[in-house]
């Protein structure tokens, strides 16, 4: 079977019936045997390279801090300089640390790609003669495929039959202009970007249909060899920079006190190799270990309760960008408007009802075989039973440039070239015009009379399209030349009621802190209309066309204060998204047509539906199953309560974490033992993460859900040094109770800081968990059994059987008393100073 691969060498220069015999295929396409037995030979069409081993490479992954690994070198090293209890402890310790991330992970790797699968991408291929729908992933070489406009090409193919066929090949080129594609054999020597008969894989259909030959799959294909290049890093969002940022703060002070602790224990004359033992343990307990995995949980759940909500995440990281969304840009069809386009009335020239004008609608609706469209379903919905019987002998598609579509047919009258399209593309190509008695006339001393009406049209919230034709007797293929000279026959009027309770979405919409800009290619005075309809008494709009003579800087100027854009042309919905996000706006972007693709791209968060294109789905971050603004805003919901929970745990993690550890660096320069054992420290680590996993399940604030939440690097570096410095006090007050009161040796305060270190660092994430009051906001069930269950079982450890092991020894009764006295004044100052904190440090 891999011969028939290696015998495709440029296939571009044969006729189709060479490819389709090389591949050993047929215009009806393979049969279901053929096709199974290609895809268990081929492989998926998948241009990513297998995951057998991804799981391997997420464990390996949960040990990439170069500090966990420095720290399994020197547990290595004790090993062999005949300390092997405490090298095994620490390893087992880190290997739990590292299990628990991988799980963690992994399990929301699996729950992430069950959803996705709810909106797979399928392309339409004849196999055993009859189209049928089919993942991307099993077309195999010699498959058939049938493409219209909006169609992701999936793989490298060979045009067999073509009709005014436009694809975009920006992602080999660079340019986003349509290219034209015509079946039909050229030069060997033919470079890729000339290769007119070829369509690769990665690129996708403009306009027109065609029936194309699987030449080439996966990474055998033109955007396999070249994926890693091809593929355009995501951009990042704002909570990935912050996380990055985070990192690197944390990683410089790690550092510096790494270095710091090690020498200065050195210069105390502390074994070497404890010291650095200590060191690097420190460091390890300062780094939140189980944020990649708290996270990854954080969002895949996120993910579910979305899917539940009719929402689909197709890019995890988009949720939290949700969750910050304050602009969203979106059409008004099946948002604001129910979705379902009626046929008011074909009228004519005068703006009387015609039968002639439904007539003609109904053959070019009728005939028409490229992509299917609410307009054309509206216009079957009324047009004469006659049209149901006509012959079709060619087509011009409709596209997005000539804002047209053209059909010729078999009248009673001989071949006729009937065209529907946008009323103003539609004039720029008629000469005469149809009057009473089917009088044509010359139409300039009509073009007022057809201006005026389509303004009340309009202003009435209707949509209007203009109707033409042309005899053409004798002729059997038409081409672009072939719409000039055409004769005007009247207006179609569409209308899209607005959903009953579009204003109160709106309304929503803006209490969540987000506004709703309008984006359409509608009329400035249709657009007016609906914005009246939903609420909007005055709303600004500006037009397509004043978009054209202005600026970067001036669009910048002025576009937070345009409520409607109206006749929008498809480049111009990617200018205003740049334009918004350059002002500051975290901007969200909902689309489900082929001109939408790339501003779905340029979005901090892309929105599409399930009945969307293919073009438009592979580029959104989120589908909605229901195309409706209600569904969204339980998704933007969602959004914020990860990214609120995904904060908790960054302030739970390193304020405590930092407090300890300044404590722990500062007890081991006046100490002369060390005031934690390396296995301790790194067990502390571990019991206080442990209630961290539930974290994904807390309840949130009313008031974290109703703003746009965003990252604030200053004001988390704040949040850490001062509860680190508060953690740190309470400490120091633990050292005193233990040394001075206690008259602890080097085992009793070990064991007693231990103890009053994890139980003062799980019983604070019940305060630092909400901005309110500890006691009025209620944690979630399992967050707060797993931080009581921690709790209590440290109290126990001292006198559990591998106590000893881990340096261990019980500690008199009087501690526990002395204990609960300091975290209770812990907990209460801590709740004390939070409400100061915010007051002062946060933004609202």
């Not at 490479?57 to 966990?68: A, E, G, H, V, W």
């Amino acid at each position: 079977m891999d011969n028939i691969i290696n015998n495709v060498d440029a296939y571009w220069s044969r006729s189709a019936e060479d490819n389709l015999n090389t591949l050993k295929a047929k215009p009806g396409g393979l049969t279901g045997n053929e096709a199974q037995n290609r895809l268990l030979s081929y492989g998926f069409n998948l241009t990513a390279q297998s995951s057998a081993y991804s799981g391997f490479r997420l464990f390996l992954q949960q040990f990439k801090s170069p500090i966990t690994l420095m720290l399994l070198g020197a547990s290595i090293l004790s090993f062999f300089l005949g300390d092997p209890t405490d090298a095994v402890i620490i390893f087992i310790i880190v290997g739990i640390s590292s299990m628990l991330g991988f799980w963690q992970e992994k399990s929301a790797g699996d729950a992430v790609k069950k959803l996705l699968s709810l909106v797979e991408i399928k392309a339409t291929v004849l196999r055993d003669e009859q189209p049928q729908e089919i993942p991307l992933k099993n077309i195999v070489p010699g498959d058939i495929i049938i493409l219209n406009a909006g169609d992701l090409v999936p793989a490298d193919c060979f045009l067999i039959t073509s009709n005014e066929l436009f694809t975009n090949e920006a992602a080999f080129t660079g340019e986003g202009f349509p290219v034209e594609k015509k079946a039909g054999a050229i030069p060997a020597d033919s470079p890729l970007a000339a290769r007119s008969n070829v369509l690769f894989m990665g690129s996708n259909v403009i306009s027109g249909t065609a029936n194309a030959l699987a030449v080439k799959t996966g990474l055998k294909t033109e955007f396999g060899h070249i994926s890693a290049e091809l593929k355009k890093a995501q951009p990042e969002t704002d909570f990935e920079k912050g996380i990055r940022h985070l990192g690197y703060l944390l990683m410089q002070i790690t550092t510096i006190m790494l270095v710091v602790i090690f020498f200065v224990n050195a210069l105390m004359h502390k074994p070497v190799l404890d010291s650095f033992l200590f060191a690097l343990a420190l460091a390890v307990g300062l780094t939140p270990q189980l944020l990649p995995a708290i996270i990854s949980v954080n969002l895949a759940k996120g993910a579910r309760q979305m899917a539940r909500q009719k929402v689909i995440v197709k890019r995890l990281s988009a949720i939290e960008s949700l969750g910050s969304m304050n602009v969203l840009c979106s059409d008004k069809t099946g948002t604001l408007t129910e979705g379902i386009v009626t046929l008011n009335e074909a009228l004519d020239v005068f703006g009387k009802p015609s039968q002639d004008v439904l007539f003609y609608a109904g053959v070019n609706a009728a005939l028409q075989q490229g992509f299917k469209n609410p307009i054309d379903d509206a216009i079957m919905q009324k047009a004469p039973h006659e049209t149901t019987g006509l012959k079709r002998v060619d087509e011009i598609p409709y596209d997005f440039i000539r804002k047209r579509l053209s059909i010729l047919s078999t009248l009673p009258n001989g071949n006729t070239l009937v065209v529907k399209g946008a009323l103003n593309n539609i004039l720029e190509v008629c000469t005469q015009v149809k009057t009473t008695n089917d009088a044509v006339e010359n139409i300039d001393k009509y073009l007022s009379s057809i201006q005026k009406q389509c303004k009340q049209f309009s202003d009435n919230g209707y949509r209007t399209l203009g109707m033409a034709v042309k005899e053409m007797p004798g002729i059997t293929t038409i081409n672009r030349t072939d719409e000039v000279g055409l004769t005007f026959i009247g207006f179609l009027t569409f209308y899209d009621p607005v959903k009953a309770d579009a204003a109160a979405i709106i309304k929503q919409l803006q209490d969540l802190g987000i506004s709703l800009k309008v984006i359409t290619g509608d009329n400035a005075l249709v657009a007016k209309h609906i914005g009246q309809m939903i609420g909007l008494e005055s709303p600004v709009i500006l037009s397509g066309k004043e978009m054209h003579t202005m600026s970067d800087d001036a669009l910048f100027s002025r576009v937070n204060k345009i409520q409607i854009f109206a006749e929008i042309e498809p480049d111009q919905k990617e200018r205003i998204i740049l334009s918004l996000k350059k002002s500051g706006m975290v901007t969200g972007y909902m689309g489900d047509g082929i001109n939408d693709a790339n501003a779905l791209h340029a979005a901090d968060v892309g929105i599409s539906v399930n009945t969307a294109v293919d073009v438009a789905k592979e580029a959104a971050d989120l589908v909605l199953l229901d195309k409706d603004l209600s569904v969204l805003i339980n998704g933007v919901k969602e959004g914020r309560r990860v990214f609120t929970n995904t904060i908790k745990y960054i302030f739970m993690a390193t304020s405590a974490n930092f407090g300890n550890m300044f404590s722990m660096a500062g007890a081991s320069l006046l100490l002369p033992f060390l005031p934690l054992l390396p296995k301790q420290i790194l067990l502390t680590n571990l019991l206080t993460d442990f209630p961290s996993m539930a974290i994904a399940t807390d309840n949130i604030d009313i008031k974290d859900s109703l703003r746009p939440r965003q990252w604030d690097i200053r004001f988390i570096k704040k949040f850490i040094v001062w509860f680190g410095i508060l953690s740190s006090v309470f400490d120091y007050l633990t050292f005193g109770v233990l040394l001075h009161f206690l008259k602890a040796g080097e085992h009793e305060f070990q064991t007693g800081w231990f103890l009053e270190s994890v139980v003062s660092a799980t019983l604070i994430v019940l305060v630092v968990r909400t901005r309110n009051a500890f006691y009025k906001s209620r944690p979630g069930k399992y967050l707060l059994i797993a931080t009581l269950f921690i709790a209590g079982f440290v109290l126990l450890i001292p006198v559990l059987p591998f106590a000893a092991t881990m340096g261990f020894v019980p500690v008199p009764p009087v501690f526990y008393m002395a204990m609960l006295v300091i975290v209770l004044l812990y907990l209460v100052s801590a709740e004390i100073f939070k409400k100061f904190f915010f007051k002062h440090f946060a933004k609202e």
